[in-house]
């Protein structure tokens, strides 16, 4: 993506862990080191000594925000994990995760990922049951995740398992939770799956992740999905699972066009393969006489070679991707901001020049990027540049936690293919159609979100005005009373 430029971002990656005589956080920051790509905003670890838990969170990157020393701090048999990017609430410290709140009987730690849809909802319902927390509470947060925190409060005659069953009924939109009390790990899914969630086993202990990609870095070995609608919890007699809502699957079909690791595995499908496979069907719908197919790195490379095996066409490394560029809080100059795209990409000219070239990337959001590629690609000599994309055209915005441009802001919003093709200058646009994108998935169609591209939404939609990602921070009521218990910052 250009500098300043958002393209799609998913809303976090979260980890948890139950291993007594482990070192958990340096597990859980190993298990968020593998989950970075989900969110790239801030980064935070409680753990659990069993009588109290210790938070430490701040901005920036996992490697930015934790050193060794840190992580000697949080000391535990327990922790729980979070990395985020910001679909709900700005990208601030106070709205950094996981979150801490009191229960009846101790302290809650919470890391989410997704997004709710009944956030004003949830809040009308702590003002109901929590008037205590009027005003006394406040502390800036102004995420649906804080009014989750605040509903786990919870009573005297209820322990945070009774409450959480509860509670996670009522909520609606796409959630991930790893959560946990002095004692007991817990890990939750909305019933329909939107966002992956899987459950691994440690010699000594159980791991749960936004992805398989994290147990394996931590050595954890899959043993399931958390299933949609299931609530699990891990402590000193094991583990245990109850179901608070009916599994109405719709799993989101842009994890495996872009969002998961290439090495993550979703509903028992590769997400490298099936980028694969979406790049052979891409090939059979859109075939184009050319010399060379180049991926846009890295996340068009798995597609990009997918079609060159079908059509036949030599696949090649036309752009060198700058390694050590992620996010930085630099700006760059203007001078800089106007060459853009170069600051990651960089095109090898004895490569492309003179050749015809099929680009392959995996999906076009507001086209910047796209369009600067076009033309760097024919300054360095290209005679032909055919963009092919292993996704259908995004036309619709996500509120099931992917922070993707309103609808005015989407290119292919309202536009032909062959307008598409003319704003960022290529020769041909092809995009996968929605049945070969579904078909490579290996998932029944029933079974998939793909709202983003079809406008069908699985889950119901409030008004407008009761949506937005800075919906806590427009209304001043709605900050006053939205609850972050006793957030320590860094550390507690």
């Known amino acids: 993506m250009l500098p300043g ?6 809303a976090c990656g979260v980890f948890g862990v139950w291993a007594p005589g482990e070192e958990v956080s340096k597990l859980t920051y190993f298990g968020l080191y593998a989950l970075q790509h989900r969110g790239q905003e801030s980064a935070g670890i409680a753990t659990s000594d069993g009588s109290k838990i210790l938070v430490y969170k ?19 048999h327990l922790a729980v ?49 929590h008037p205590e927390l009027d005003g006394e509470l406040a502390r800036g947060n102004t995420t649906d995740t804080a009014v989750v925190t605040a509903l786990l409060t919870g009573d005297l005659d209820h322990t945070l398992e009774s409450t959480a069953m509860e509670v996670l009924p009522l909520l609606q939109g796409a959630f991930c939770f790893v959560f946990m009390d002095e004692s007991t790990l817990y890990a939750a899914r909305d019933p329909q799956g939107v966002r992956p969630l899987v459950l691994g086993r440690l010699e000594r202990g159980w791991v749960v992740a936004s992805e398989t990609a994290a147990l394996d870095i931590v050595g954890a070995a899959f043993v399931r999905e958390v299933e949609p609608g299931e609530l699990i919890a891990i402590d000193e007699n094991g583990l245990r699972t109850q179901r608070f809502a009916p599994e109405k699957r719709a799993g989101c079909v842009f994890e495996y066009v872009y969002l998961a690791r290439p090495d993550t595995t979703i509903a028992g499908r590769g997400v490298h393969e099936a980028r694969v496979e979406m790049g052979r069907r891409l090939a059979a719908e859109h075939p184009v006489e050319a010399d060379l197919v180049i991926p846009t790195p890295e996340s068009g490379t798995p597609a990009a070679i997918g079609y060159a095996e079908a059509s036949g066409i030599p696949y090649g490394q036309g752009l060198v991707k700058n390694a050590y560029v992620g996010r930085t809080f630099i700006q760059p100059s203007q001078t800089i901001r106007q060459r853009g795209i170069k600051l990651k990409l960089n095109p090898l000219r004895d490569v492309i ?5 099929i680009v392959v990337d995996d999906s076009i959001v507001r086209g910047n990027t796209q369009r600067a590629l076009v033309a760097m690609l024919r300054e360095a000599g290209a005679a032909e540049v055919h963009v092919r994309i292993s996704s259908p055209p995004i036309t619709w915005p996500c509120f099931y936690g992917i922070d993707f441009a309103s609808r005015a802001e989407l290119l292919a919003t309202g536009l032909t293919n062959d307008e598409v093709c003319q704003a960022i200058g290529a020769d041909s646009l092809g995009y996968l159609s929605e049945d070969g994108m ?45 609850p972050v218990f006793g957030d320590p910052g860094r550390q507690e």
């Open 438 to 482: 579904v078909a490579a998935t290996q998932q029944p169609r029933s079974s998939l979100c793909t709202a983003c591209f079809t406008g069908k939404y699985p889950i119901p939609l409030p008004e407008a005005h009761l949506m937005g990602k800075n919906l806590l921070e427009s209304d001043p009521s709605a900050r006053e009373l939205t």
């Open 81 to 129: 994990g979070h990395t985020r990017y910001s679909t709900t609430g700005s990208s601030s410290w106070q709205n950094a995760q996981p979150t801490l709140g009191r229960t009846a009987g101790g302290t809650v730690a919470l890391g989410h990922n997704g997004n709710l849809t009944n956030t004003m909802e949830l809040l009308e319902l702590v003002r109901e049951r």
């Open 353 to 357: 020049k003179g050749k015809r070239l």
């Open 58 to 76: 701040d901005m920036g990157l996992v490697s930015q925000v934790f050193t060794e020393s840190a992580l000697n701090t949080l000391v535990g």
């Open 5 to 10: 430029e958002k393209g799609p971002q998913d």
